[in-house]
């Protein structure tokens, strides 16, 4: 708030013709004559009927006259020294104007085409492609549902969002119904079905992060997914065993992805507890299978990623601490030791590269009670968002023979039980609007 500082010379001549005004009133007002009974107001109507006449001015010393003369002119000081401060008001919204939007004021969010919208209640819809709606309209697609269990969340919001079938959709699926409820509805308009079940681990799709794998830069990506993914909790343990598995997950995950490039088979997480298993020396003077895995990878590609890291473990953890890290790094593996776990990871039927341009329904069945598998649902966020995006790059950027930007399919994720924690690279993808991902 800013105080504009006044001109004082209009104030003063105001003062003055108010001075003036109220000397003559009163000098008038003396000369009226005496009022009567039955004309008790003549003394006003006097003063009303001869304040516009001549003569205008008159000689009235008096001590009443001179006081009304200062009452004007003070009227014009007090004019003067009033504060006016210098700021917007909205009187009557003291305490916020918030209020529920009207139809009216939705109206602009929503495709001419119903199709294209996402339903929200009767009333609020809004358009999925914001390169449709006008500028003013668009906005960041994340919607965020909040209900106790039983409130209808899924059935008010989830299903009828699917039924528009105007994308490919992601949904997580704990109770393992909705891809019984919706899933040949899909399927009969064209849809491509997956299920990732993580509850039975039968008739379900596979997902093997090494079919994803294109580089050696992917192979950090999907060992801290698999490394954060295994953790209890944000505080378990210290950074220093965090990173300990970290150095040896990239050096095993990344002989396996070198070696199968020479080799010609296909990797799959199975095998890392098969390494881990081999680490071990015998005695102090033979080296272990895994060292010798990893003296013929050198051989074949000399100065490779996973062999620096081999490198980096062997030589920062030894005796004890070695030994905590193995354990611990088994331990988490042991899973694989599961017949239909490996079955689960063996090889890849998710297709991910034709999310983009096939409409294709994934469903995630993830348990709301065993967390045992939950690392291989954040494992396949963590892909599954990194191809996305880059797939749709590839297209707008004609790095794709055969598709144009219009071919893109737009991608909606439902992540049901999402504060259960789904995945810890969601935060970070969510903000992904501008790909067709959302």
């Known amino acids: 708030m800013t105080i504009k500082r006044k001109p004082f010379l209009p104030y003063f001549l105001l003062g003055v013709l108010l ?3 109220c000397h003559r009133a009163y000098a008038l007002y003396a000369l009226a004559p005496a009022p009567s009974m039955t004309e008790p107001f003549s003394p006003y109507v006097y003063v009303l009927d001869h304040y516009m006449g001549a003569p205008y001015f008159y000689s009235d010393h008096s001590p009443l006259a001179l006081l009304f003369a200062l009452i004007g002119f003070l009227i014009g000081m007090f004019a003067y020294l009033k504060i006016k401060p210098d700021g917007t008001y909205r009187h009557g919204e003291e305490s916020g104007s918030a209020r529920f939007a009207t139809p009216q004021d939705l109206v602009g969010f929503r495709d001419k085409e119903t199709q294209n919208n996402m339903i929200f209640t009767k009333n609020a819809q809004m ?3 914001n390169k449709r709606l006008p500028f003013e309209w668009q906005l960041n697609k994340n919607v965020l549902v909040v209900g106790l269990p039983g409130d209808g969340k899924t059935f008010t919001y989830v299903k009828p969002n699917l039924m528009q079938m105007n994308s490919s959709f992601v949904v997580t699926d704990p109770k393992g119904l909705l891809v019984h409820e919706v899933g040949t509805m899909l399927e009969n308009h064209g849809y491509q079905i997956k299920v990732f079940d993580l509850v039975t681990l039968t008739n379900s799709d596979t997902f093997n992060p090494f079919h994803y794998m294109h580089s050696e830069l992917d ?3 999907i060992t801290e ?3 954060e993914g295994t953790k209890k909790g944000d505080r378990e343990g210290e ?6 598995k970290l150095l040896l997950n990239r050096a095993l995950i990344g002989y396996l992805y070198f ?7 296909d990797p799959n997480l199975s095998m890392v507890a098969d390494m881990l298993r081999h680490m071990k020396r015998v005695d102090d003077e033979t080296p272990s299978p895994v060292e010798i895995m990893f003296e013929q990878l050198e051989e074949k590609f000399p100065n490779n990623y996973a062999g620096k890291q081999w490198q980096l473990f062997n030589a920062n953890f030894e005796a004890e601490t070695r030994t905590s890290v193995l354990a611990i790094v088994s331990a988490q593996y042991s899973i694989f030791d599961h017949e239909a776990v490996t079955n689960l990871i063996s090889n890849d039927s998710m297709q991910m590269e034709r999310w983009n341009t096939e409409k294709t329904a994934v469903f995630v069945a993830i348990s709301e009670t065993n967390k045992a598998y939950n690392f291989l649902a954040s494992t396949l966020f963590t892909v599954m968002f990194d191809q996305l995006t880059h797939n749709a790059d590839a297209i707008l950027q004609g790095e794709r023979e ?3 930007a219009d071919d893109l399919v737009h991608v909606q994720f439902y992540l049901d039980e999402f504060a259960n924690g789904v995945t810890r690279s969601t935060p970070k993808a969510v903000g992904i609007t501008d790909k067709s991902v959302a």
């Open 239 to 244: 950074d220093f065993w965090t990173q300990a």
């Open 402 to 404: 055969g598709y144009t």
């Open 225 to 227: 997914a698999i490394v």
């Open 19 to 21: 001075a003036f005004c």
């Open 219 to 221: 192979i950090d990506r």
């Open 259 to 265: 070696d199968s490039s020479w080799r010609n088979y």
């Open 127 to 129: 358009g999925l492609l």
